[in-house]
């Protein structure tokens, strides 16, 4: 285990345990220590933060990481399998890796978010996920709830859409 990992451990650690009684926690197959392994596996850096949420019905840890070359990271565990299931970092407009897969404007990418959750869009910023240049669009829906949603940045198409639940979040321990 690398050596800045322990603080975060016995922190998060500490937390669960008071937290337990606080929360029905959610039955997980793989430990958080493994999973954090898996993720750093991912990106070289140190874990700054994590939490353990449930999205769509699913436990997932999520690490915030601070890369070696100074992106920060989330990454995302399925606690049942052990499987890196998302990872991303915030991108500027000017990133290179953004800028050389984006075709479509963040006002288009807007306007194709509020197409499929009408309300007003809280904040939107460009990504790298999961390999791709995309905007991470959050809507506050007409409907009164709270929607994520990613669109391609080179398409313009819609690759995920969620509604955000803060009684999704477990515990969470960091910035």
Request: aromatic share 6%; glycine share 6%.
């Amino acid at each position: 285990m690398r050596p800045y990992i322990l603080p975060v451990v016995s922190l998060a650690a500490a937390a669960f345990s008071l937290s337990v009684s606080a929360f029905e926690m959610p039955e997980t197959k793989v430990s958080m220590e493994a999973c954090m392994s898996a993720a750093l596996a991912q990106v070289d850096g140190e874990v700054k933060a994590l939490k353990l949420e449930i999205e769509d019905g699913k436990p997932l840890y999520e690490f915030k990481i601070e890369a070696d070359e100074g992106h920060t990271w989330e990454v995302e565990c399925d606690a049942m399998t052990g499987s890196i299931v998302d990872q991303s970092r915030e991108a500027s407009r000017n990133d290179p890796e953004f800028r050389s897969a984006a075709t479509v404007v963040e006002r288009d990418a807007r306007a194709r978010a509020l197409a499929q959750f009408p309300g007003k869009v809280s904040s939107s910023s460009p990504q790298i996920a999961n390999g791709k240049a995309i905007y991470e669009i959050e809507i506050d829906g007409a409907d009164g709830k709270e929607y994520e949603v990613a669109i391609d940045a080179a398409t313009g198409e819609v690759l995920s859409s969620e509604v955000e639940s803060d009684e999704e979040t477990i515990y969470e321990i960091g910035d």
